[in-house]
């Protein structure tokens, strides 16, 4: 049970403020604000529907970003020049369902419900729908994203349209 015992590290309370937070800075395209929430090790993953536990090295993904790679995402997200999303798409984020699925003596475990609502000029309304699973690292006492997946409930990403955007 020691998985348990270290889980106490964190609130539901706290995390549930954590993702709220990380969800607004989103929204309100403040990325590199948002880069500040990931430690330099991160992962960030989409993985395929059928094998959201698949390995990145092995298995093809939509998105499968390093630390470093999320710098560059971020760079030519704010370029005006990246015509994907130049204006900028405005997203709303619902998250739900927040809870601490498990631990260890250095990551909370974290499972959450979302829906991103994505609105572009001259384009119709896109709802991303699925879960996020998280692994949270405390550095210097705040919580900070080592990993996260978006598993997508769609069975077919072309239909959304592209995910220039951070989901």
Do not use: Q
């Not at 309100?28 to 604000?33: K, P, T």
């Not at 015509?83 to 499972?111: C, K, L, W």
Request: neutral net charge; glycine residues 4%; proline residues 4%.
């Amino acid at each position: 049970m020691s998985g348990r015992r270290n889980v106490a590290r964190a609130t539901r309370e706290e995390v549930e403020d954590f993702l709220y937070r990380e969800a607004a800075l989103l929204d309100a395209w403040r990325l590199d604000e948002w880069l500040a929430l990931t430690t330099a090790d991160c992962g960030y993953y989409v993985p395929p529907n059928e094998k959201p536990d698949a390995d990145h090295r092995s298995t093809l993904f939509t998105v499968a970003d390093n630390h470093a790679r999320l710098v560059e995402r971020v760079k030519r997200l704010k370029d005006p020049s990246a015509h994907a999303e130049y204006p900028p798409s405005r997203t709303r984020r619902m998250i739900s369902n927040v809870h601490i699925t498990g631990g260890d003596s250095d990551t909370i475990e974290v499972a959450a419900n979302f829906v991103v609502y994505r609105f572009r000029r001259d384009d119709d309304r896109r709802a991303f729908v699925g879960h996020y699973r998280y692994k949270l690292r405390r550095e210097n006492g705040v919580l900070k994203i080592a990993e996260r997946r978006a598993i997508l409930d769609s069975e077919e990403l072309g239909a959304l349209g592209a995910v220039s955007f951070i989901l």
